[in-house]
């Protein structure tokens, strides 16, 4: 029984340390807002030439959760792909259109629209698009962050 007790202490004392290191990766030293016209826009290597992000909060390259803005061009598609984690993407500006499968379809998905947001499971394959406006979105998402092209050809970070 003695056993089973310091057995069952220390699981709890090692979740709660997880937990804490969890907690830690999220923090901010201060009240910020956010808004798209002041934000550092950089090019997003990993994603298709045309793509800008901005960083929120974390370090995608990081283990931990973090926020980024992604603005897309008019009528960018981003073809199939995975992502290792998660993720949990929410329209801001324009229209994103989603799909799920091995290559890009826009007669087999949806478009979400300003304010709506879909979640994707780790390792589901799924494509993007825009159509006539450009559009900004906000990825919640676990680093590191990384994707994997379904076809290793649509990969830009080959494309050098």
């Known amino acids: 029984m003695r056993k089973i007790f310091v057995t069952t202490c220390l699981l709890?004392?090692?979740?709660?340390?997880?937990?804490?290191?969890?907690?830690d990766r999220m923090t901010a030293?201060?009240?910020?807002?956010?808004?798209?016209?002041?934000?550092?826009?950089?090019?997003?290597?990993?994603l298709p030439?045309?793509?800008k992000s901005a960083l929120l909060l974390g370090d995608?390259?990081?283990?931990?959760?973090?926020?980024?803005?992604?603005?897309f061009p008019?009528?960018?598609?981003?073809?199939a792909h995975t992502h290792p984690f998660t993720e949990v993407?929410?329209?801001?500006?324009?229209?994103?259109?989603n799909g799920m499968g091995k290559t890009l379809d826009k007669n087999n998905g949806e478009i979400l629209k300003v304010g709506e947001s879909f979640v994707l499971p780790?390792?589901?394959?799924?494509?993007?698009w825009t159509n006539e406006e450009?559009?900004?979105?906000?990825?919640?998402?676990t680093g590191p962050w990384d994707i994997s092209y379904t076809n290793p050809a649509d990969d830009p970070r080959k494309k050098k």
């Open 12 to 23: 709890m004392a090692a979740m709660n340390a997880n937990a804490a290191d969890l907690i």
């Open 29 to 46: 030293d201060k009240m910020q807002s956010f808004r798209a016209e002041q934000l550092k826009w950089k090019d997003e290597p990993i």
């Open 49 to 51: 030439k045309g793509a």
């Open 60 to 71: 995608p390259s990081k283990p931990g959760v973090f926020i980024v803005w992604l603005k």
């Open 74 to 79: 008019p009528n960018y598609p981003i073809p």
């Open 89 to 97: 993407i929410t329209v801001l500006k324009g229209k994103l259109g």
């Open 122 to 128: 780790a390792g589901h394959s799924h494509y993007v």
């Open 134 to 141: 450009e559009t900004i979105v906000e990825l919640i998402a």
